[in-house]
């Protein structure tokens, strides 16, 4: 007897309905009308995915909203009020929080996540020991990887570097940077790409963040990568000022990051909310245009960023809600268009967490199903995951809304 068959989903590398027999953890078959005795799960035509991936989120500041708020509406102002706030964070307070976001993702459908870690010596290492026991703890159903970074700045924070090295020590998947907040951006920089090289690991840089076109530190970056042999393991988030730029010269940039390597993340509901603050009419998006970047080759992904804090006062954990709001910035609307949104909140970020994965015989079964035909249907009606697996074992569902017609 086996353990699963799943009847009537959809997937992308299949033509119409088909049926999974699940064995253990594992996809065993997958065809049209397959015969088995097994339990039996009804997909009633869902379009079965690998899953949501969350590739730039704050777990350990998120939910804090009760203790701190953004006064000025500025990036300034989340710093300071977050910087405040974290001297009175503990790691059971970090993991309290950081649970509250991990339960409300699982359930969007997301099985896998990329989560910076704030590292100084005003929070010390609790923020990433909560972290830490949160990846333990939840990889029954999300893959966590953690990005240890300065917010506050490095060379301009004696102890963090220190502190750096021994979360990476000790079990942090990766490095961040934020050279804008740092007295000295380039020598961050340069300290982060020696870190790196010498610990093996990848890096992902909160960069550029402002509208400013005149000056930017994302050639510094491009610059180290490519010394540094790091082609295709730099990320770089946020990168405001590219929303700011004329056609001709973001088109330079397509080709800069082309070159190096390097991946492009938008976090559309941040950056509408801390840009353009000074303006009182034609308030200026200041969200990157990804897509642009996508459609010339380059490693374009949408997340999340932050969850009730500061930085960003709202948020239910739906990347199909994110994808969907970046849609809308940038005015996407082709089926091409949605898909390609859809994408990145799938398998392209999944790539740039080094993480392959497919609905295929022979391997894990670990998917989502969502009540929509395509990817890009599931952008434009924010469709909401019905239920999922890891591993050959269900994770969550979700009960269909109901209606109740008068007789």
């Not at 049926?19 to 049209?32: C, P, Q, S, T």
């Not at 988030?237 to 938008?266: C, F, N, Q, R, Y």
């Not at 799938?346 to 392959?356: A, E, W």
Request: glycine share 8%.
């Amino acid at each position: 007897m086996s353990d699963l068959i799943i009847r009537n989903v959809r997937t992308s590398e299949t033509e119409g309905l088909v049926d999974l027999l699940i064995v253990g953890n594992r996809i065993e078959e997958i065809g049209a009308g397959l015969v088995a005795e097994a339990p039996e799960r009804d997909g009633n035509g869902a379009l079965l995915v690998t899953g949501f991936v969350e590739s730039h989120i704050h777990l350990d500041k998120a939910c804090i909203l009760d203790r701190c708020r953004n006064e000025t509406g500025t990036l300034e102002g989340a710093i300071a009020s977050v910087g405040t706030a974290k001297r009175n964070f503990t790691a059971s307070d970090v993991y309290d929080r950081g649970k509250q976001v991990l339960d409300k993702a699982i359930v969007q459908g997301t099985n896998a996540m990329r989560t910076h870690v704030e590292i100084d010596p005003g929070i010390g290492l609790a923020g990433f020991d909560a972290v830490l026991a949160l990846k333990k703890d939840y990889a029954w159903a999300v893959d966590l990887q953690i990005c240890v970074f300065p917010q506050e700045g490095l060379t301009n924070y004696p102890g963090t570097q220190a502190l750096l090295e021994e979360a990476l020590t000790r079990g942090g998947d990766l490095l961040g940077g934020c050279p804008y907040t740092d007295s000295d951006p380039n020598a961050q920089i340069s300290i982060l790409f020696e870190m790196a090289e010498s610990h093996g690991v990848d890096l992902d840089f909160h960069l550029d963040f402002d509208l400013d076109p005149s000056w930017r530190h994302l050639d510094e970056i491009a610059r180290k990568t490519i010394a540094h042999g790091w082609q295709g393991r730099v990320a770089i988030g946020h990168v405001t000022k590219l929303s700011a730029l004329p056609h001709a010269e973001l088109m330079d940039v397509v080709a800069l990051l082309k070159d190096a390597g390097i991946a492009l993340t938008v976090l559309p509901a941040t950056d509408l909310f801390l840009m353009g603050r000074g303006e009182d009419h034609l308030v200026p998006r200041g969200v990157a245009p990804a897509q642009v970047f996508h459609e010339h080759g380059v490693c374009c992904t949408v997340a999340t960023n932050n969850v009730l804090n500061p930085f960003t006062p709202y948020g239910d954990c739906s990347l199909p809600r994110m994808a969907n709001l970046f849609a809308n910035v940038q005015q996407l609307s082709t089926e091409s268009e949605l898909q390609a949104c859809f994408d990145m909140v799938t398998d392209i970020p999944r790539r740039l967490i080094n993480q392959s994965r497919r609905i295929a015989v022979g391997e894990a079964a670990t998917f989502v199903a969502l009540p929509a035909l395509t990817g890009g249907q599931a952008v434009a009606e924010i469709a909401r995951p019905l239920w999922g697996f890891k591993d050959g074992k269900m994770t969550f569902e979700q009960a269909p809304a109901e209606l109740f017609q008068p007789a």
